[in-house]
């Protein structure tokens, strides 16, 4: 799985490790949070690896799906949860900051599943494909950027894309769109901005990252064989549909 060093990733790839998965679990930055997910994985008595990645390199991700056929020969699940989120406005966005933004949150995304594909279709049983996408991405960023935004609205259009053309293979597609979660974003928020957010919010809290990682280990799982295509959110209320 993708962004696993710390927050979100990090509780999914211990709960998917939990319940008996080898993980394979990249980072961007924070490699100390890395190896401490992977020591937490190993105590669950399974395989655990980590590799640094720049998703914005299709070159890197390509070499790193390489190394784990090579390895382990195929997938049964693919998690995408790494992304960035800076806090610019949108008249202050350059045009540089956006296309890092779209190439890490969207290309990124893109170019991992497809490079996956083989390894998944390799693999044997229920396989399943899960993106972390953004309440964002669906209703406009309340407190996040527009530029994500798009990248997270361009990831729920590649999880139904990805869902129709890889269902003969019966690999399933699905998303998981979390609106505001105690990460280390929320935390970059003033104290006073991150509790008017909180009380907005219907359950009146915010998410906790081991909520998130349950509804991606669900959709990851057999319990979830009849689902694709669809979003999953964890969001406190703040979207009903």
């Known amino acids: 799985m993708t962004g696993a060093g710390g927050g979100i990733g990090s509780a999914t790839a211990c709960?998917?490790?939990e319940r008996g998965m080898n993980v394979w679990l990249t980072y961007a930055t924070g490699a100390a949070g890395a190896r401490e997910t992977?020591?937490?994985?190993?105590e669950h008595g399974v395989r655990a690896r980590a590799s640094a990645l720049d998703l914005r390199s299709p070159t890197e991700v390509a070499a790193l799906l390489e190394r784990i056929g090579a390895e382990w020969g195929a997938l049964n699940v693919l998690v995408n949860n790494a992304g960035t989120c800076p806090y610019t406005a949108w008249d202050?966005?350059?045009?540089d900051e956006w296309d890092a933004v779209l190439e890490t949150n969207a290309r990124g995304t893109f170019a991992t599943m497809r490079e996956a594909v083989p390894l998944l279709r390799?693999?044997?049983?229920?396989r399943a494909i899960v993106n972390v996408a953004s309440l964002a991405g669906q209703v406009g960023g309340?407190?996040?950027?527009?530029h994500y935004a798009a990248s997270k609205a361009a990831v729920l259009a590649l999880t139904r894309s990805f869902a129709r053309l890889l269902a003969?293979?019966?690999?399933?597609v699905n998303a998981v769109s979390p609106g505001p979660i105690a990460t280390a974003i929320t935390a970059q928020m003033p104290d006073g901005a991150r509790a008017a957010l909180a009380e907005s919010i219907p359950v009146k809290r915010l998410g906790r990252p081991s909520e998130v990682?349950?509804?991606i280990c669900l959709l990851a799982s057999p319990e979830s064989g009849f689902t694709t295509g669809a979003t999953y959110d964890v969001n406190g209320g703040l979207l009903m549909d």
Do not use: K, N
């Open 15 to 17: 709960l998917l490790a």
């Open 38 to 42: 992977v020591a937490a994985c190993e």
């Open 92 to 95: 202050e966005i350059t045009l």
């Open 122 to 126: 390799a693999g044997q049983g229920d």
């Open 142 to 146: 309340i407190t996040t950027s527009v």
């Open 168 to 172: 003969p293979d019966h690999i399933r």
């Open 213 to 215: 990682a349950s509804a």
